[in-house]
């Protein structure tokens, strides 16, 4: 994992970070008289948030606006040498939202929205299933959805496509 | 394929405007309405009332997103859990009570739910598991997968 120093907020940021994870809308003017704090002070510090890469806005659409789409969990086995050129082929995939690397359960966690199980039958199939080291790829649908955060994720260089 | 949380299906329609408007909150999510309406030559209040409008139908929200390492957590698992003897949802609306579950998912699979767990440090990790999930009522197995690397986390789509 990248260096886990202590990038870690302040008091003060995780007062902003709260209030721009409910609404990222909301403006510095707004969020300085809350907190008592000047506008020039939440403007420094939003963008120094933001340059070191410890919070990002997103425009998030709600499952309807997209179809209502699965969430589809793909466990996937593989042959050890193998795991990180396969990461690198799963990231590139516009259709996998998620990669983790993992140790116990699976080599790799990969999970993409599909809105049909043909679609994501092609994808194990034609696409992950024919990479080199792929040994056996296990698929997990969720059915419902009972909590998700969307305020906290993993913040990764050059990601800007929707 | 259909899914959600009791809410009606139909999607909210959004016309060319909307959509041009959440294309540019896309790349800058703190574009002020200002900003946005000389770009799309429309007035300010044109662009408020639509954000109003889109967020009033749960079509969309522009939110901050935190890094996990900001928030000093520095060890993720992927936590799938099996059931026995008591419904699947009543187990995962008791497990998403814990803070440290970010995300809770309804499978059809091998695994029952599947979790995403946040956590500070790996010492956290036997006293989260078997204190507090392992503890919760119905809970039958549950198999943890540590994040060594995570390469991409994207969710632009969620239940709002």
Redesign the interface.
């Given at each position: 994992?990248?260096s886990?120093k202590s990038?870690?907020?302040d008091q003060l940021d995780q007062k902003i970070?709260e209030k721009?994870?409910?609404?990222?809308?909301i403006?510095n003017r707004a969020i300085a008289a809350d907190l008592g704090v000047t506008e020039g002070t939440i403007r420094t510090r939003?963008k120094r948030?933001q340059g070191e890469?410890?919070?990002?806005?997103?425009?998030?659409?709600?499952?309807?606006?997209?179809?209502?789409?699965?969430?589809c969990?793909l466990g996937i086995d593989a042959d050890p040498a193998h795991v990180p050129a396969l990461?690198?082929a799963?990231?590139e995939m516009p259709e996998?939202?998620?990669?983790?690397?993992?140790?116990?359960?699976?080599s790799l966690?990969a999970m993409g929205?599909?809105?049909?199980?043909e679609q994501l039958n092609d994808i194990i199939a034609n696409q992950i299933r024919t990479l080199p080291g792929v040994q056996r790829v296990?698929?997990?649908?969720?059915?419902?959805?009972?909590?998700?955060?969307?305020?906290?994720?993993?913040?990764?260089p050059c990601?800007?496509?929707? | 394929m259909q899914i959600r949380s009791g809410r009606p299906m139909a999607a909210p329609s959004l016309d060319a405007l909307d959509a041009s408007i959440i294309e540019i909150l896309r790349t800058d999510g703190r574009a002020t309405n200002q900003d946005i309406a000389k770009k799309l030559s429309v007035t300010a209040a044109t662009v408020s009332a639509r954000l109003q409008k889109m967020e009033d139908a749960r079509a969309m929200r522009v939110v901050a997103v935190t890094d996990f390492a900001a928030l000093g957590y520095n060890v993720i698992i992927a936590l799938g859990v099996k059931v026995q003897g008591r419904g699947l949802s009543d187990v995962g609306r008791d497990l998403a009570a814990l803070p440290e579950v970010l995300s809770v998912n309804v499978m059809n699979g091998r695994t029952d739910l599947e979790l995403l767990v946040a956590l500070h440090d790996f010492s956290d990790i036997q006293h989260f598991l078997y204190d507090h999930i392992a503890r919760v009522d119905g809970v039958a197995h549950i198999e943890a997968g540590i994040a060594a690397d995570i390469l991409k986390f994207e969710f632009n789509v969620a239940p709002l």
């Open positions: 994992m990248s886990t990038k870690r907020l970070v721009l994870a409910r609404d990222a809308r403006s939003i948030l890469g410890l919070i990002q806005f997103t425009v998030v659409r709600d499952f309807r606006m997209a179809g209502s789409p699965n969430l969990m990461a690198e799963l990231r996998i939202n998620c990669v983790v690397v993992l140790l116990g359960r699976f966690l929205l599909f809105t049909n199980i296990e698929t997990g649908i969720s059915v419902h959805n009972l909590k998700y955060e969307p305020g906290v994720a993993k913040i990764t990601t800007d496509e929707g | -």
